[in-house]
């Protein structure tokens, strides 16, 4: 059972293109950490979201927690080659994962 | 600090050989779990522990077996390994339950 969705699964874009990716679920979370994973690493935490509606800012990134706790999106604007890696968001204490989504930043 | 350390990164095993997977923090982390990482399915909890000596199965236990007899140490065992067991496994930890994690390089093991 997969109770994290995430969209898209892959994408590719130009250096300075703006992008959103999804974490969508049927499920309620106290709270939802989001992931950069890079090859042959493992994951680092970029952030968590508790409240419904939190909006939490890192540099180009943005973090949106929805208002039914039940999805969240990262908008990342002017995207750099230093962004590339696999987006995974996490719920439920961390117990389930998304899928990803593995994003290219082409200079 | 070295942060969470795993050993092996890179391991052939036969099938029905054993082995154990090697995991460490020196954060002074109550909480740490074992992940794996397979293409198309995301990371899926394997086992975790709440603290030495507490252990609790996530959502894919079966082959494996863990103990916790420090705080530092969170070794995953494998039984009789398969083929099915072929992935990536991330260690991790965290100060409590629910906060975010720090993650080990992962140890990538092929079972033939």
């Known amino acids: 059972t997969q109770l994290l969705e995430q969209s898209p699964q892959f994408l590719s874009i130009q250096e300075g293109e703006n992008l959103t990716v999804y974490c969508n679920s049927s499920?309620?979370?106290?709270?939802l950490q989001w992931y950069r994973q890079e090859p042959g690493e493992g994951p680092v935490l970029l952030v968590t979201?508790?409240?419904?509606?939190e909006v939490k800012k890192l540099k180009r990134l943005t973090f949106q927690f929805g208002d039914a706790r039940k999805d969240s999106s990262l908008h990342i604007t002017a995207a750099q080659p230093g962004d590339t890696g696999l987006y995974l968001c996490?719920?439920?204490?961390?117990?389930?994962f998304g899928t990803g989504t593995s994003l290219t930043v082409i200079p | 600090n070295a942060g969470v350390t795993q050993t092996p990164k890179f391991q052939v095993l036969k099938t029905g050989q054993s082995m154990t997977l090697q995991c460490a923090q020196d954060m002074n982390h109550e909480y740490m779990s074992w992940y794996r990482q397979d293409p198309g399915m995301g990371l899926r909890l394997i086992h975790y522990s709440v603290g030495a000596g507490i252990t609790d199965q996530g959502e894919v236990p079966n082959g494996y077996n863990v103990s916790r007899s420090t705080t530092e140490d969170f070794p995953l065992r494998l039984l009789s390994a398969a083929p099915s067991q072929t992935s990536v496994y991330f260690c991790?930890?965290?100060?409590?339950?629910?906060?975010?994690?720090?993650f080990g390089s992962g140890t990538r093991l092929t079972v033939v």
């Open positions: 979201v508790v409240t419904g509606g």
């Open positions: 991790a930890s965290s100060i409590l339950q629910g906060y975010g994690y720090t």
């Open positions: 499920s309620v979370f106290s709270s």
């Open positions: 996490a719920g439920a204490n961390q117990f389930y």
